[in-house]
């Protein structure tokens, strides 16, 4: 609780005298210069434990005059260790709104400062009359008991509280801590009970808390280690000062598990660390990966809920928390030509870092769909694509309202500030909760975006009375999982994709394309579809009309076929490959078809997917035209066409369609999909008539 203050005038009066200012006090009465400024009370009481989305190992400082104001953290996923860095090793930056000082080589940080970097669980107490303060921090560790690597660890959660009293002008301080009972419920966190507790103890500083401006500035690295904290300041620092929840020498905690690969180094300051962030500093870096955060306080957001009249119920909100985004910066981005530009927006469990290290991990074992594309940030480097990806404040982001939107137009508005983003080429897409809060907050936001591409949308997904203005025409490519047991393909409405879709979505969305992965995993899937996603914005960006095709006529062994438009104009169209009959049947070369229709619409697409292990990959042919998507596989008479359903698809997490099921769409192929001299052909009168085109042959 806070300590009563004292009258204005008493607690000034002590101020003054403290800081030998009471010269200039008398002066300002006489109205000559400005007062000194009022002492701060103090913050925000710890109010209890909540599950955040994203939480910090390290902060390290900047000793420099010029870089003081900087501060890096590296980070760790809270809830979901299974997400691991193996693909980028996020350095979050992150500016003080106080400016740091040295005193007697001594880094001075504004407590206000630290509250905010450790908020919510920060808090302390001013008592200015007796130039004293109390601080009170609570740390959580947290490690796995069970499920390591699962979609739903068993998480041990363990509550440190730490308390200090510290005095103005004294190097001197007590500290005490409660470590509290391990518990794997984390609602049961605030009312576990203390099983150690420690002292109070008598604790030294490195200097003496100071005033400055009304804030009370601390000697940051030994005011910390009282706090519980490691303090890392070795050669490699080279300047920088990292203070830790864990210490170099500690691998019991996850972050530090070595049957985890690709982990952060056992030491928060490391010599290529070092050299990342001045590069950072110095914008010798400014393109590729890029990480920064900014505090949210109390802030006004929608609620979710329109009155009467259909008007934003908005409601105050204390988030009171410091959220990172990611940004990706493409290679061949130039400051003077205004970028393309998307949002990605991240899962349930995930955070900003979920939808590239995830993905990325799956590109890794699949065949690349195109040369020399290995990871996401090759796709946005080979369509040239600003990538922001925003943390959505904790679990299960809700998009649409709440500090998720706010969180979404205050990063974009972030992003617009340091670099050129064309708004007339802006797309968005996410997966999971990311899905559906793409689909929600271009409901609200609409305006924005020419485009965007939704996959497994989460139980959070619009429903059809929810559908109205923008988003009914928005050029929209969805993605639903064949094997996801996360957002079930064919389950119920509420917690699948493909039934939600049949039943809200075919008939009230006017511009949307369907394309089902096969075999495609919740986490994964997005991977399968990201050169098909860039090239649906592309495409929407063409503004080319569509070829005007009416019918086409096809001969057996014949290297031309005969076109006709919608009109009734008719024109030969040279063939790459003569068709062939094969059992009574015309076939016809896939890529012939995309010259006749048009490359720029008739798309083919290697998409490749796996659930569990790269050994169960299934790859398959996707045909996407005339918002319709079609998947064949070579050799065989296999065919999904849209969002069909077939035998063991998902309906739960352990259940599957079977084989007896009505919803069964029982097509194949009249013949196999067969490769001739490396063109796949295809069945050529049925296959057209699945995007609702006439073929005939002579």
Request: proline letters at 6%.
């Amino acid at each position: 609780m806070q300590t009563p203050m004292p009258s204005a005038g008493t607690a000034i009066a002590r101020f003054v005298m403290r800081t030998g200012l009471l010269a200039s006090l008398a002066l300002a009465m006489a109205g000559c210069v400005t007062p000194p400024v009022a002492p701060e009370q103090g913050s925000r009481p710890i109010t209890g434990y909540l599950d955040y989305s994203y939480d910090k190992n390290s902060v390290l400082f900047n000793t420099s005059e010029r870089y003081s104001q900087s501060v890096f953290f590296d980070t760790f996923y809270p809830f979901d260790p299974s997400l691991r860095y193996n693909n980028a090793e996020a350095m979050v930056r992150y500016e003080l709104e106080l400016k740091p000082f040295m005193h007697n080589s001594v880094l001075m940080v504004a407590l206000a400062d630290l509250r905010k970097i450790y908020a919510p669980f920060f808090s302390y107490a001013v008592d200015a009359a007796n130039q004293q303060f109390s601080v009170e921090h609570h740390f959580f560790r947290k490690r796995i008991a069970a499920g390591s690597g699962s979609r739903a660890p068993r998480v041990e959660y363990t509550k440190i509280a730490w308390k200090g009293r510290y005095a103005l002008d004294n190097t001197a301080a007590s500290v005490s801590s409660a470590t509290h009972a391990t518990t794997t419920d984390r609602n049961a966190i605030d009312k576990s009970a203390v099983t150690v507790s420690t002292g109070p103890v008598a604790a030294t500083l490195d200097a003496a808390p100071v005033w400055r401006d009304g804030k009370i500035f601390v000697p940051v690295a030994s005011f910390m280690r009282t706090l519980g904290k490691t303090i890392t300041n070795d050669v490699a620092a080279s300047g920088y000062l990292a203070v830790s929840h864990v210490g170099p020498s500690d691998t019991t905690d996850d972050l530090f598990n070595p049957q985890y690969k690709g982990l952060y180094p056992n030491t928060p300051i490391t010599p290529e660390r070092v050299k990342t962030i001045n590069g950072l500093l110095n914008r010798e870096i400014t393109k590729g990966n890029l990480w920064f955060a900014y505090y949210f306080g109390d802030i006004n957001v929608f609620s979710g809920k329109t009155d009467a009249d259909g008007k934003d119920i908005n409601t105050a909100m204390a988030v009171d928390r410091i959220l990172p985004y990611r940004l990706y910066v493409p290679k061949n981005y130039a400051p003077n030509t205004p970028s393309k530009f998307t949002f990605m927006l991240h899962g349930g469990t995930g955070n900003e870092n979920a939808p590239f290290e995830r993905p990325n991990d799956h590109l890794k074992n699949q065949p690349s769909p195109m040369p020399g594309i290995v990871t996401f940030e090759d796709y946005a480097d080979h369509y040239n694509y600003i990538v922001l990806s925003p943390n959505g404040w904790t679990r299960n982001p809700i998009w649409g309202s709440g500090p998720g939107e706010q969180a979404m137009l205050h990063t974009l508005a972030e992003v617009k500030r340091f670099y050129n983003i064309d708004t007339d080429r802006m797309f968005i897409f996410g997966n999971s909760a990311g899905g559906a809060g793409t689909m929600n907050f271009v409901r609200r936001h609409g305006g924005l975006f020419k485009a965007m591409a939704p996959t497994a949308p989460g139980s959070s997904k619009p429903f059809a009375a929810d559908l109205k203005g923008h988003i009914l025409d928005m050029p929209t490519l969805m993605s639903c999982f064949t094997a996801d047991v996360t957002v079930f393909y064919a389950g119920p409405v509420k917690t699948s994709c493909q039934s939600w879709y049949q039943e809200n979505i075919k008939d009230s969305m006017r511009n949307l394309t369907l394309v089902s992965i096969d075999n495609g995993h919740h986490s994964y899937g997005p991977a399968s579809v990201y050169q098909m996603t860039f090239d649906f914005f592309e495409r929407v960006l063409d503004r080319r009309q569509p070829a005007n095709i009416g019918s086409v006529r096809f001969a057996a062994g014949k290297p031309t076929a005969t076109v006709t438009a919608t009109g009734g104009s008719t024109a030969m169209v040279q063939l790459g490959s003569a068709p062939v009959s094969r059992d009574g049947v015309l076939t016809v070369a896939l890529d012939d078809l995309a010259t006749i229709y048009g490359t720029a619409d008739f798309r083919i697409y290697d998409v490749h997917a796996y659930n569990r292990t790269p050994a169960d990959l299934v790859s398959v042919k996707t045909v996407t035209y005339n918002r319709i998507t079609v998947n064949i596989k070579p050799g065989e008479r296999f065919l999904r066409v849209g969002g069909a359903i077939h035998a063991n698809d998902t309906t739960g997490l352990t259940s599957k369609v079977s084989a007896d099921d009505p919803r069964i769409d029982k097509r194949t192929l009249s013949v196999a999909a067969q490769n001739l001299n490396g063109k796949l052909f295809v069945p050529v009168v049925e296959f057209m008539q699945f995007f609702g085109k006439t073929v005939t042959v002579e």
